[in-house]
């Protein structure tokens, strides 16, 4: 351990550059738009600023190998971050409005007040 660097990467930070990479080499065929990016950075603001999580909990783009659009984004939710999210949110307070906040965000860019 104490023969490397440790450098901390943040999820938004390498969320565009990162789901481009995929797609350049096809490990993704959905379109990567800002609008998609932003829903997803979005969805990261929510985690981050639920009490008990931070940067950490971010959700990043591999959880999004795979996606070929918003045809399977439905599917990426149900397999790969509903599950963590409902992880994160075990035993604390109002899981499934934290979860619905999540799902919106991510669906259609919007934040519960």
């Known amino acids: 351990r104490r023969r490397f660097d440790w450098v901390e990467i943040d999820a938004n930070t390498v969320m565009h550059s990162s789901l481009k990479s995929?797609?350049?080499?096809?490990?993704?065929t959905g379109k990567?738009?800002?609008?998609?990016?932003?829903?997803?950075?979005?969805?990261?603001?929510?985690?981050?600023g639920q009490p008990g999580l931070g940067p950490e909990f971010a959700i990043g783009p591999s959880y999004f190998e795979g996606y070929d659009g918003e045809e399977n984004l439905?599917?990426?939710?149900e397999r790969n971050?509903?599950?963590i999210l409902r992880e994160y949110m075990r035993g604390r307070k109002d899981p499934e409005g934290f979860e619905?906040?999540?799902?919106?965000?991510?669906?259609?860019?919007?934040?519960?007040n």
Do not use: H, S, Y
């Open 22 to 28: 995929m797609a350049d080499k096809g490990k993704l």
């Open 32 to 48: 990567v738009t800002e609008e998609l990016v932003g829903r997803i950075k979005t969805m990261n603001g929510i985690i981050v």
């Open 74 to 77: 439905e599917e990426i939710w």
């Open 81 to 83: 971050i509903r599950p």
């Open 100 to 112: 619905k906040e999540c799902e919106d965000a991510l669906f259609r860019g919007t934040e519960q």
